[in-house]
């Protein structure tokens, strides 16, 4: 259809066309999802899933269209700065909605939930295009959009304490992978606002989250002694999601219970992960 078409759908509102089938409909707007264009894909494709999720157009049809967006989180995996990554980064955005859908009014079976589940963590570890903002192009920011399907399904209510754990053991999977750039453009954010809203479910207890956060320290403190790799790739990503892991504790309205015991936990962390600035007289080396 015409760029047209689209525009004329937005302006009355996002109301679903009576002049086509939905699944045309939704086919059209799935391509959509891996456009280049900012304006096809962030201003059309994606905001008319959302919302049309949002209202319930999808209720009976939820399974098949997160199934859809699963599929195409494989769509170019490997690749590194291809067009790609924008239908991976998209897709898993809607599955996102699908999963909040679920997580309002409990449409789908706990086993989709989980078989979701472990089609988002297994593509999150294995994403290898970092890319934030793609000058020309937009948005990629394909972590960023996975932590916020992973904090939907830490959300779910069909998920307990040995998959909440498993979510976390994710981040963590991903923090602490060698990278060649660091995450610059708020990924650890969105990933520690994934993480409280799995803590938030109460369930995972402190005698796992207290380990998890001292994996993370120890890589955050592990500098690479190597003179052509800049050490700070080896500890950044971990060392920036300390840093909002505890700035969202501190000040999350609505705190997990363990809120006290956590914040202590990630203030030890982070003294141990910034000597030269933390202790008495400390001055940083470079």
């Keep these: 259809m015409t760029a047209g078409y689209w525009q ?3 302006a009355t509102g996002l109301s679903v066309p009576s002049d086509r089938p939905l699944d045309d409909l939704t086919a059209e707007l799935t391509t959509l999802l891996g456009s280049t264009d900012p304006a096809e894909r962030d201003g059309t494709a994606y905001p008319t899933l959302s919302t049309w999720i949002g209202r319930g157009v999808y209720d009976d049809l939820l399974s098949g269209l997160g199934d859809g967006m699963a599929s195409g989180l494989s769509v170019g995996l490997g690749e590194r700065e291809s067009d790609d990554v924008f239908r991976r980064s998209y897709s898993v955005l809607v599955l996102a909605d699908c999963v909040e859908r679920d997580n309002q009014r409990e449409l789908l079976p706990p086993g989709k939930l989980l078989e979701w589940g472990d089609r988002v963590t297994t593509w999150y570890l294995r994403e ?10 937009g948005w990629a920011h394909a972590l960023a959009h996975g932590a916020d399907a ?3 399904l830490g959300a779910s209510p069909h998920l307990g304490t040995p998959e909440l754990t498993v ?10 992978l060698p990278e060649p750039q660091l995450l610059v453009s708020g990924e650890p954010d969105r990933m520690a606002a994934a993480t409280l ?4 479910r109460d369930l995972v207890p402190l005698s796992v989250v207290e380990p998890w956060v001292s ?6 403190g592990r500098m690479s002694t190597s003179e052509d790799r800049d050490p700070y790739l080896d500890t950044g990503n ?23 015991d956590l914040l202590l936990v990630l203030v030890e962390a982070l003294r141990a992960t910034n000597p030269h600035y933390l202790a008495a007289h400390g001055q940083p080396d470079r």
């Design 128 to 137: 290898h295009d970092l890319r934030g903002f793609v000058p020309g192009h």
């Design 197 to 200: 809203r799995i803590l938030r």
């Design 167 to 176: 979510l976390l053991d994710v981040l963590a999977d991903r923090l602490v």
């Design 238 to 260: 971990a060392e920036a999601f300390l840093r909002a892991l505890h700035l969202q504790v501190a000040l999350a309205p609505h705190p997990p219970a363990l809120r006290s």
């Design 215 to 220: 994996r993370l320290s120890a890589a955050a």
């Design 150 to 152: 992973l904090g939907a």
């Design 8 to 10: 004329q759908v937005m």
